[in-house]
Antibody, heavy 121, light 107 residues
């Protein structure tokens, strides 16, 4: 079964760090680009970051540039999001998503169930 | 950044109705446009990719069209399970962006 399972969410104080992980199974992980998407409960979707299959291209939404770092370990079939200097406005469900393709362009055909990140003192 | 303007933001419809949602990109994105369906408490589900290709397992009543800047999602005959929120997304270049969403509600 093709599956993505996120972990690492939780309650964290402003200014602190958190690392999200996404474990992939059921497909050849290193053949595809991977992404993080977040959603404030009750609001719309916001793409956060993406990484192509061989780390050739990495992108971020402006609001997280310099604070978040996406990475992948193809040997472990895992995607990560290191989140530093967290702010209250980073509070959201964070989804891991698989691209249909290995390169930048492409829709997300598989999504994880999401992990909640709450930034609050 | 490419802005995605989706309309309407909500629509009330009945089972059997035809529903159309539109999405406009602030610059050309060829056919790098996707449509997703999301139900409360669930992750989004891919319906249409590359503007008009139906994702495997998605019912034929869903269709997509368009290229460049203007795109459309059509549900030909609403079923009870189609009441949900729909999002368009440009998948042409980083940073990817989503439309604001269209909530399809029961009339």
């Amino acid at each position: 079964e093709v599956q993505l399972v996120e972990s690492g969410g939780g309650l964290v104080q402003p200014g602190r760090s958190l690392r999200l992980s996404c474990a992939a199974s059921g497909f050849t992980f290193d053949d595809y680009a991977m992404h993080w998407v977040r959603q404030v409960p009750g609001k719309g979707l916001e793409w956060v970051s993406g990484i192509t299959w061989r780390n050739g291209t990495i992108g971020y939404v402006d609001s997280v540039k310099g604070r978040f770092t996406i990475s992948r370990d193809n040997a472990k079939n895992s995607l990560y999001l290191q989140m530093n200097s967290l702010r209250a406005e980073d509070t959201a469900f964070y989804y891991c998503a698989k691209s249909r393709y290995s390169y930048v362009q492409g829709a997300f055909d598989i999504w994880g169930q999401g992990t909640m990140v709450t930034v609050s003192s | 950044d490419i802005q995605m303007t989706q309309s309407p933001s909500s629509v009330s419809a009945s089972v059997g109705d035809r529903v159309t949602v539109t999405c406009r990109a602030s610059q050309g994105i060829s056919t790098w446009l996707a449509w997703y369906q999301q139900k409360p408490g669930k992750a989004p589900k891919l319906l249409i990719y590359d503007a008009s290709s139906l994702q495997s397992g998605v019912p034929l009543r869903f269709s997509g069209s368009g290229s460049g800047t203007d795109f459309t999602l059509t549900i030909s005959s609403l079923e009870p399970e189609d009441f949900a929120t729909y999002y368009c997304q440009q998948a042409n270049s980083f940073p990817y962006t989503f439309g604001g969403g269209t909530k399809v509600e029961i009339k």
